[in-house]
Every structure is written in C-alpha cells, then in structure tokens.
C-alpha cells in the first residue's frame, strides 16, 4: 500500500514518554525492532496503549535529537499547560499565546 499518509496523529498531551529503544531495558520492544535497528528507534508511548508507538530514524544521533526535543516539549507542556513561551519583542509585554490560538 501507500506509505505517504497519514493514520492517525497524536497531540503531546497524549504522549507518556519517548525512549530510546538501543538504550531502554525492555526486551520485548527491542526484540521487535531487532538489535541492529534499535539504536535508530524511538519508542512513543502514548497513554491508554499497551503497546508503544515505534518510531525509526535514518541516521545515527537522531534518536537522541528527538529524545530531547520530546522531552522539552513534555516538560514544557508540564510547566506551562496550555500556554507556550514564545520570545517577545522587549517593548511587546504578551510574553505568551495560547497553544489554541497558534498554528500548529
């Protein structure tokens, strides 16, 4: 079939943790990845799945990259709710937007 589309998609809100497969202790996920694919795989897991969503990366250092970006999104979403920082102009005192009003 055609691999361009999209399934499903998930907001952060919906994301418990990301790891990265090559370095987590579950077995059972790696051994579905395979141990030579399980450096360049994020495992998603999302609330009320059992079963991870698995996501592969094409090179090296990737999977780290994105361990990080999700989890400053995660501790920022913690942090802030439903508002996200944004970088104001100094004369501009809205140091804020609401995620409902960004485009996202």
């Known amino acids: 079939g055609d691999t361009n589309n999209l399934d499903v998609a998930y907001q952060m809100s919906d994301i418990e943790s ?3 497969v090559g370095t987590c202790q579950d077995d059972a996920i790696k051994k579905v990845v395979g ?4 450096p360049l795989t994020l495992a998603v897991h999302l609330k009320g ?11 090296p250092g990737q999977v780290e990259a994105w361990e990080v970006a999700f989890g400053t999104c995660m501790a920022m979403q913690g942090a802030y709710g439903s508002e996200i ?5 100094s004369k501009d005192d809205d140091t804020s937007i609401s995620s409902a009003d960004a485009d996202l």
């Not at 799945?49 to 090179?59: A, E, G």
Request: aromatic share 0%; with cysteine; charged share 30%.
């Open 18 to 20: 990301v790891e990265n």
């Open 49 to 59: 799945k059992k079963v991870p969503l698995l996501v592969m990366c094409s090179k």
């Open 35 to 38: 141990e030579e694919l399980a």
């Open 85 to 89: 920082p944004v970088i104001a102009d």
